[in-house]
């Protein structure tokens, strides 16, 4: 039977959306399908919500199938017919979507001028009637903390009258100052958990993209990562110029007449020194510079936004005042905020339990992702990355911050860096940024790798000039332990990523050689593949080296290893120089791990498909149901993973360098924003050195 949760109110501005979101994330951690259900709905547009869960967790669900009926049609209903057929449609509904999902989130209805009576009964009655748990939300914005706390009990005492299966309470945008408070007194007065989620600035600012739709703006310059900032402040420009600047905020759109060049250029010359940055300018009275002055403001701060509006400053203000952000799928860095607001403040393992979340048999990418960032959430790292002023680096590094993923250190010089991210939005607040030349470090690292190289004739001098190179620095920080790993490669090769780490961190005990596997995350599975990226032709000793390291890193990861020693034949039916590399490979695992599941030379059908196995290897225990692929040599490795990865859709998580003393690890210069942050927090989970069970 399909289960589902059903998030509800009890009245507006409870910033339900954060929990709703919150609740589909810990959904696909451990469900592979998850549908979303909203039984009533406004017909003034598109389902915001609804577009954000699609686009962000890849839903094959069509909107049609999503909604119940509008209010509209509701109220019309209720007023004809009654609340019982009203409610024997929604239900009838509910189930037409249910069937086709193992766990459905259902959006209850937002108490926004929907003409229902009783709107609290009919949430109840219908949870109840889909058989789901319910989690309510009551908002605490700007009340008191006992009032906050005394409308969670009575909407608690609420539902529970009505027979509702709550599983658990949020009370959301409370003053931070009494969200501790209200979470202690609340756990001892309910006899379910109570969240406490505090007021974030960041969420209830618009963006920019926001106030364009809102005042039918024109765009005069900016990009769509301009247009994506958010508008934490307003500062209104009338005063003269060194007035005006020392009214600026950090995140603040100016608003100003449109003749006013001197504020316009004095504003984007503030946001190019990153003092502060800006989310924009907004222009008002229909008024526009000239050519010279637009040319000057889009060479000043490129893909800063500058608006156009025909209505003078004080109605503009109004508007404005009146404006609050909303989590869209054109608003991707909210709900990193929002995710990584509600993880901090739910204890999301025992949510999970109680909504007996199982989870389940498949491994769907997206899974998997879900689980590097909550392991390397668990226990705190921190990871340098070199590439500070790239943009796909700080991109990622905006998301990882907004999820609190791990602590960052950027390298690069500080005000290029800030500068960089004041263009592109981000703020760098919670990242350290170090300038290699001008660090404190860098004596004390020119002396340490003078030391290390000394039987290659560096001395101090040469080590001074090495170390200021960002991957040398960053290597360095990992050795001393001021950086627990490192991850670079965006763009630089992967010979100046991994050469400082050959030369200073050195392999692990026990390991022959530095290898690297690719998580290859398919529809229903994560296989392990390597060598793919390092070692073009191993011999067999340095192949049984790459077979271990890679069981161990499938192991550190969740999926169990079974090593699968690929080759052109299988068993015992070919023959030849590559083909008996691979056996020779494979008796060496078997003797320095006999603990392993191994077999080998196995051809590829053989090592995934059951049938072929059943015909090529009958009763292996490693055929048909391998994990770990290790390839003869790069070539075979490297093309098949880009193959696979091409061809079945697969999402390919490396490559994932492995024995090292420590982990640093290298990036395809291709690397997307989200394969950074997924090769961060591997970096994250190998320096914690667990080893936690398979799933």
Known sequence: MTRSVYVTGIGRGDGRQVVELGVMELLTRHVDRVGVFRPLMHDDGPDRLFDLLRSRYRLSQTPDSVHGMTYGEAAALQAERGTDELVSRLVDRFHQVARDYEFVLVLGTDFADTTL???INLNARLANEF??????????QDQPAESVRAEVRNAYAAYAALGCDIVAMVV???APEDREAIAERLAARLPVPCYALPEDASLSAPTVQQIVQTLDAEVLLGDASGLARDARDFVFGGAM???FLGALTEGCLVVTPGDRADLIIGALAAHAAGAPPIAGVLLTLDERPGPDILALAARLAPGTPVLSVPSQSFPTAEVLSGLEGKLTAASPRKAETALGLFDRHVDTAA???????????RVTPMMFEHELIERSRSNRRRVVLPEGTEERVLRAADVLLRRDVCDLTLLGEEDAVRKRAAELGID???????????SELRERFAELYARLRAHKGVGYELAYDVVADVSYFGTLMVQEGLADGMVSGAVHSTAATIRPAFEIIKTAPGAQIVSSVFFMCLADRVLVYGDCAVNPDPNAEQLADIAIQSAATAAQFGVEPRIAMLSYSTGTSGSGADVDKVRKATELVRERRPDLLVEGPIQYDAAVD????ATKLPGSEVAGKATVLVFPDLNTGNNTYKAVQRSAGAVAVGPVLQGLRKPVNDLSRGALVQDIVNTVAITAIQAQGEQPPAP
């Open 351 to 361: 949510l999970t339990d109680r909504i007996s979340l199982a989870r389940s048999g």
């Open 610 to 613: 059951a049938k072929v196995a």
């Open 241 to 243: 110029l060194p007035t």
């Open 428 to 438: 760098l607040a919670g990242a350290q940024v170090i300038d290699p030349h001008t």
């Open 172 to 174: 959301n945008r409370v």
């Open 117 to 119: 009576p009783a709107e």
């Open 131 to 140: 058989g789901a748990s319910l989690i309510p939300v009551v908002g605490g």
